[in-house]
């Protein structure tokens, strides 16, 4: 008798990543405005899968003769995986208002449908796999841009494949240890751990491998940043919570050195993004801290500040690209009195900016708390001042960002050409999570694992601490905002940090000539065996192509018997 199909059966037939690679599909191939609806409509078809998708869910498969978890539900995966259809689907409209062409669509659908593989992983093969393809895609989606995009594309592709490679050793030297892929019992100790922490770190921007992001994420398309803000570094903070499920403190520790070290830099940005980018890296690092802290309330703090940071610091980078698409500029410098020229845009600026500054009534204040709270509990005091001066700094670079851009007479006659009407719908619709997170937390807290151990966001003693944290923020942007203005409207980092820039650059040198010399060798290959094969052409009818296809359709048809199987 066949048995009768179940509401499960019916989810896992189509799961949300694979949604995401049709909808790239038809955004090559069909007309522009069909692609986009096609692409919104697939991303937040994401959020009612996971969120109605029974805990347990999972999709398991034996293409290779053993078991592969290509998908799971969980209280890890399913706020993450949420929130991040939410965030892609908002991304993709997002692109559609700022006239991002089909292919950048395309690419970013690939780069968010596998980066949603990444969190709905069940093991550790699937989810190096999904990892490998985040930095393929992401690559590809920041390149296309070209111009001054393509040489921080070849260096995101090296920092990338760097952090691949050590996160691969130690998933090989944890499957000889335990002798599966499965998350359960956490990573294997010592090397294995050691590895994978450093792996994931590249893709977190651990202070030393984070020159990836600010180099990286202002370049593209300004839809191209907003989702590449979204995903990767957010994606790394889910596996380092797979990875130390207990928490390390050199983890703990290495948070508040990028809280730190990320919010001065970012300080001194003067162009909008740059200085949003040093930012992911600053409030990744309050995640990274609550992971390693290894308490149910330090889990419960990391996944609530993901998912809003998600979403705050996605409508930032709508902000500062809607500046860029309306004024052709992103400079502090050049910006100037927008808040009456661009109202509701400095609107969604103000919802954004209070959010990440933790200002009560914004969603930043509640998951901000916790994570401060989790480490109040569980960590040195030394740790817990890291995270507050950490709000200091994000306070004052906030007020930097809108003195400049909004508030201030513009230093010179500023062009502003009209807003899209999609435009202005985006970023109005984006800003509502981080207001409603922040005036119900419950919303939030309901939805998190772990416990968040009964803390009380609008407690008289949190409402203090964040007073105070904002006036001390802003009294230091007043004392501070002549030499800031005085801060040249040139690349920091390549002034403050040439090593790292040279390194960069070497890196991507380096592929450049390696792929040079590959292609080189290949045309001769090429050359030598076509003149020994003259003459014997239907010996030689199959060529790499015709191999490749004959290769791909044999693993299609191993993986279609091991799903019927």
Same mark, same amino acid.
């Given at each position: 008798m066949t048995p009768i199909p179940t509401p499960t059966d019916a989810l896992l037939a189509v799961p949300p990543w694979a949604a995401f690679l049709l909808a790239a599909a038809v955004a090559l191939v069909a007309p522009r405005r069909v692609g986009y609806l096609v692409g919104v409509a697939a991303t937040a078809l994401t959020v009612p899968w996971v969120l109605f998708a029974p805990a347990g869910?999972?999709? *398991?498969?034996?293409? +290779?003769?053993?078991?592969?978890?290509? $998908?799971? @539900?969980?209280?890890?995966?399913?706020p993450v995986a949420a929130v991040f259809g939410l965030v892609a689907a908002l991304g993709v409209a997002y692109a559609y208002a700022t006239d991002a062409d089909a292919r950048t669509?395309?690419?970013?659908?690939?780069?968010?449908?596998?980066? *949603?593989?990444?969190? +709905?992983?069940?093991?550790?093969?699937? $989810?190096? @796999?999904?990892?490998?393809?985040?930095?393929?895609?992401?690559t590809v989606l920041v390149w296309h841009h070209g111009g001054a995009a393509v040489r921080p594309a070849f260096r995101y592709a090296v920092y990338h494949l760097v952090g691949g490679a050590l996160l691969l050793a130690a998933v090989v030297l944890h499957v000889q240890a335990t002798g599966g892929f499965g998350y359960d019992g956490g990573f294997a100790p010592g090397l294995p751990t050691a590895l994978a922490v450093l792996g994931v770190g590249v893709n977190l921007g651990f202070v030393g491998l984070h020159y990836w992001v600010p180099d990286t994420y202002p370049r593209p398309h300004v839809a191209a940043s907003v989702v590449l803000a979204g995903f990767t570094t957010k994606v790394a903070v889910y596996a380092l919570a797979r990875v130390v499920p207990d928490g390390h403190a050199l983890v703990a520790w290495m948070g508040g050195a990028m809280v730190l070290y990320a919010v001065w830099m970012a300080i001194l940005q003067t162009d909008a993004r740059r200085l949003l980018s040093y930012h992911i890296v600053s409030q990744v690092g309050y995640m990274v801290a609550a992971v390693g802290i290894g308490t149910a309330a330090g889990t419960a703090g990391a996944v609530a500040h993901l998912s809003t940071h998600v979403l705050y610091k996605g409508l930032l980078f709508m902000v500062a690209g809607a500046l860029l698409y309306r004024t052709g500029t992103g400079s502090l410098k050049r910006l100037g009195g927008l808040g009456r020229r661009m109202p509701l845009t400095f609107a969604a600026f103000l919802v954004a900016a209070l959010a990440i500054s933790g200002v009560p009534g914004f969603s930043g204040f509640v998951s901000k708390g916790l994570v401060i709270e989790a480490v109040d509990s569980a960590a040195p005091d030394l740790l817990w001042w890291a995270l507050v001066l950490g709000g200091v700094g994000t306070v004052l670079s906030f007020a930097k960002f809108g003195y400049y851009a909004f508030l201030r007479p513009a230093p010179e006659p500023l062009s502003v050409r009209p807003a899209p009407r999609a435009l202005t719908a985006v970023l109005l619709v984006a800003a509502v999570p981080s207001v409603l997170f922040g005036v119900a937390p419950g919303v939030l807290y309901g939805a998190l694992p772990g416990d968040v151990g009964g803390?009380?966001?609008?407690?008289?003693?949190?409402?203090?601490?964040?007073?105070?944290?904002?006036?001390?923020?802003?009294?230091?942007?007043a004392a501070l905002r002549g030499p800031l203005g005085r801060v040249p409207d040139v690349d920091v980092d390549r002034l403050l940090h040439p090593a790292a820039f040279g390194l960069g650059r070497g890196g991507a040198a380096l592929v450049a000539g390696t792929g040079r010399r590959l292609g080189a060798a290949l045309a001769d290959a090429t050359a030598l065996g076509a003149a020994a094969a003259r003459g014997r052409a239907d010996e030689t009818r199959f060529g790499l192509g015709t191999t490749l296809a004959v290769v791909a359709a044999a693993l299609a048809v191993a993986l279609l018997l091991g799903r019927l199987g």
């Open positions: 869910t999972a999709l *398991v498969v034996s293409p +290779l003769g053993f078991e592969q978890t290509l $998908l799971r @539900v969980d209280g890890l995966t399913r669509n395309a690419y970013a659908l690939a780069y968010m449908g596998v980066s *949603v593989a990444a969190v +709905l992983a069940g093991d550790w093969l699937t $989810l190096l @796999v999904a990892w490998e393809l985040m930095a393929v895609t992401a803390f009380e966001p609008y407690a008289t003693s949190e409402l203090t601490k964040a007073a105070a944290v904002t006036a001390a923020g802003l009294v230091g942007f």
